[in-house]
């Protein structure tokens, strides 16, 4: 493995050299279209096999595209602040605000407080906050958070009550595993929970000049969300059956941790203020441009918006103390930007040589009675490849490709694009396959068969959600 490590990280530097060499020294080039082709597979190969940082190997294009003349600098640049991150780095910046005030931490548990009279309601209460949170903030983010709370319910059931030791070991790989599936699947209720939502929103409207409003991917992934995670409850109960009686200890010990966090003061007010105000101005923000005659509110000025403002306006005016300040800057995922930013540059110049329509070309005699089961196959596809690469990686290079081949079929962009980048987050069986399932099993409370013999079912629960009730919404709201 490490000899093939040298040789992805050396075969793309020799080739990269001999081109330069060609082209300097001797007048010659190769075909752009070969060139983005071999820029691509250099990219993609160094994102799967993390030969170097996901976000350095994303600046490749913005580099060696104007180096090898096949794009100028001009064009190349706008893919890196192209809409859709700023949206999603609003969304980082106001997520940062809800963690370092504790309110999502807060809300978690409080939710518990309330469920907690019984075994399944805590579980319930899991994925209640868990899916909840992750809307807003990102599911690694949320995975991480839920963690220690979810160590410390444990240790306290497994102190407080009468349990067998296999009961026990159920709840515990029911709570780890409600985590990792809550925060996939929570993510998917808004574009900026997940990854792959932001990328597939970003070449909606790069490659087709199409936008998919926040209100109405609520309103079609909120109903799918809500059933995928009745079915969770159900088939996580199923497998791992336990059975612990729950004392009023429980809630006095929630109750307890809750006050141990900071006192509920003028800092968490103002990040609650400013969240149900980001909240309230996407889901109506057409209703304000109706009123205006213009569009003059947009998805990413509004997540910009709220981010500002936790940097801008102070909770404490005596001291002029703001929620967010310098220090926090460096917290944000810079490294998840630039990859977006990589990713969309890649795809952007893939299109304008037309590697892409040669892709899809191949496969447009795949056949398929209805546009409805040519989407089913892709989207399987695309959960399938999820489980042994990362969603995000994947979503980078399928997506283009999806949804130029059903275009290609006559097919709606968003129809192919939405099923499928939402099944790339509805991955289940392997560490590998999202973030929230590599941090819950790096926990070390999950073991592997556990998670193959759930996150298999959950796989075929996934697609049977969006490709039912998800379905018969995206045709009628896209």
């Known amino acids: 493995m490490q000899n093939f490590r040298k040789f992805l990280f050396l075969a793309p530097l020799g080739l990269l050299l001999a081109e330069l060499v060609n082209r300097i020294f001797f007048g010659g080039a190769s075909s752009n279209f070969h060139m983005v082709i071999f820029m691509a597979s250099w990219m993609i190969s160094w994102w799967i096999f993390g030969i170097a940082p ?97 160590q410390s319910v444990l240790k306290f059931l497994e102190k407080n009550t009468e349990h067998t030791q296999k009961d026990f070991a159920h709840i515990s790989t029911v709570i780890y595993l409600t985590i990792a599936y809550a925060a996939n699947i929570g993510g998917t209720m808004t574009p900026i929970g997940t990854p792959p939502s932001v990328i597939l929103v970003g070449f909606l409207e790069s490659l087709y000049g199409l936008k998919i409003d926040f209100w109405k991917w609520i309103l079609i992934m909120v109903p799918v969300s809500v059933l995928f995670l009745i079915l969770q409850f159900f088939l996580l109960n199923f497998l791992f059956k336990y059975k612990i009686e729950i004392t009023k200890d429980f809630r006095q010990h929630i109750h307890n941790s809750i006050k141990n966090l900071n006192p509920f003061d003028s800092s968490q007010k103002l990040a609650l203020g400013i969240f149900f105000l980001s909240c309230f101005l996407w889901i109506f923000k057409d209703v304000f441009n109706y009123l205006a005659k213009t569009r003059v509110l947009e998805d990413t000025t509004v997540a910009l918006f709220g981010g500002v403002l936790f940097f801008f306006f102070p909770y404490n005016f005596k001291g002029f103390k703001r929620i967010l300040d310098e220090s926090d800057i460096p917290t944000l995922p810079w490294n998840i930007i630039l990859l977006f930013g990589g990713g969309m540059a890649m795809a952007g110049v893939l299109e304008k040589f037309g590697v892409i329509q040669t892709v899809v070309s191949l496969f447009e005699g795949l056949p398929a009675s209805s546009p409805y089961l040519l989407v089913l196959i892709l989207s399987l596809l695309t959960l399938l490849l999820t489980e042994v690469m990362s969603n995000v990686a994947l979503s980078i290079i399928a997506l283009p490709l999806l949804m130029g081949l059903g275009q290609a079929k006559g097919i709606d962009p968003m129809l192919i694009g939405l099923p499928a980048a939402i099944c790339s987050s509805y991955a289940f069986s392997l560490p590998i396959s999202t973030p929230p399932n590599a941090i819950v099993f790096g926990s070390n409370k999950i073991n592997m068969k556990d998670m193959v013999k759930a996150g298999v079912i959950m796989n075929a629960f996934g697609v049977i959600s969006v490709m039912t009730l998800g379905w018969v919404l995206m045709k009628a709201l896209l």
């Open 54 to 150: 996901l976000g350095a190997t994303a600046l490749i294009p913005l580099i060696f595209l104007p180096v090898l003349q096949i794009a100028p600098l001009k064009e190349v640049t706008p893919f890196y602040s192209d809409s859709m991150i700023l949206l999603f780095l609003g969304g980082f910046i106001m997520a940062r605000g809800l963690e370092k005030t504790e309110l999502s931490e807060r809300f978690a548990l409080n939710v518990l407080r309330i469920t907690g009279s019984s075994d399944t309601g805590i579980v319930m209460g899991f994925i209640i906050s868990t899916a909840l949170l992750s809307m807003w903030i990102s599911n690694t983010a949320t995975a991480i958070m839920m963690i220690p709370i979810a």
